[in-house]
């Protein structure tokens, strides 16, 4: 089975709740942040992202609130579906230029019908 | 379809047993990234590379090896692997050089290293 999930934090809904994931974010200086869901067996995939010059941005269902004050990041999930059930990582642009995304651990969001 | 695929998805071996990893990019990326996944630790990048022949370490780079011969290949190598190695890998692209673009992640290889 996948283990992905062990030591993670996890979030309990029930179906047609919204749901709220956070993320706190290491450097002050980080100015791209992006957050994918990871199924079992699958690799992570892209959600949604954005910028430091942002404050909020908006998909279908979903959206990002940036809070750059408290280095805070949150993924809201409006009507929540079994199928959203998967761990969700944020991560951050840590290092200027051209180098690397930096992934937290993860939530492990849990829809119930 | 656009896709990152790595094989094999799954691999048993014992220590010392060089093995590779391969990595393909069908949507003419220019940034792959090699990342290993272990419980309670996320997601660490191992290797990436911003086009052909450049590539640099990322945070976990020991015991590993990559290359980019060409634009859409990206293999990682295990010259001697070793138990601590037992993780799933995820190999990943970006349509642009640098990290501000969302990475395509491929499905996942677990290794197990005996």
């Known amino acids: 089975g996948e283990s992905v999930g062990l030591h993670l934090p996890t979030l309990s809904v029930q179906e047609g709740d919204n749901s709220i994931i956070n993320c706190a974010y290491s450097n002050s200086a980080s100015d791209y942040f992006i957050w994918y869901k990871q199924e079992s067996g699958k690799g992570p995939q892209f959600i949604i992202d954005?910028?430091?010059?942002?404050d909020k941005r908006q998909g279908q269902r979903v959206t990002v609130l940036l809070n750059k004050t408290v280095k805070h990041l949150s993924l809201q999930i409006a009507a929540t579906q079994p199928g959203d059930s998967a761990v969700y990582f944020c991560?951050?642009?840590?290092?200027?230029?051209?180098?690397?995304?930096?992934f937290g651990k993860g939530t492990m969001l849990l829809v119930s019908p | 379809e656009a896709q990152v695929t790595q094989n094999p998805r799954y691999l048993i071996t014992v220590t010392g047993k060089k093995l590779t990893v391969t990595c393909s990019q069908n949507?003419?990326?220019?940034?792959m990234s090699w990342y290993r996944q272990d419980p309670g630790l996320g997601l660490r990048q191992i290797y990436y590379?911003?086009?052909?022949?450049?590539?640099d370490k990322g945070d976990v780079p020991e015991g590993y090896k990559v290359s980019r011969k060409e634009k859409r290949n990206f293999p990682l190598i295990l010259e001697s692997p070793s138990p601590n190695q037992t993780s799933l890998y995820f190999c990943?692209?970006?349509?642009?050089?640098?990290?501000?673009?969302?990475?395509?992640f491929g499905d996942g290889t677990r290794l197990s290293i005996l």
């Open positions: 991560a951050e642009n840590k290092d200027s230029g051209y180098s690397t995304l930096t």
């Open positions: 954005i910028r430091s010059n942002m």
């Open positions: 990943a692209s970006s349509p642009l050089t640098g990290p501000n673009q969302p990475q395509h």
């Open positions: 949507m003419n990326h220019e940034y």
């Open positions: 590379s911003m086009n052909v022949e450049v590539t």
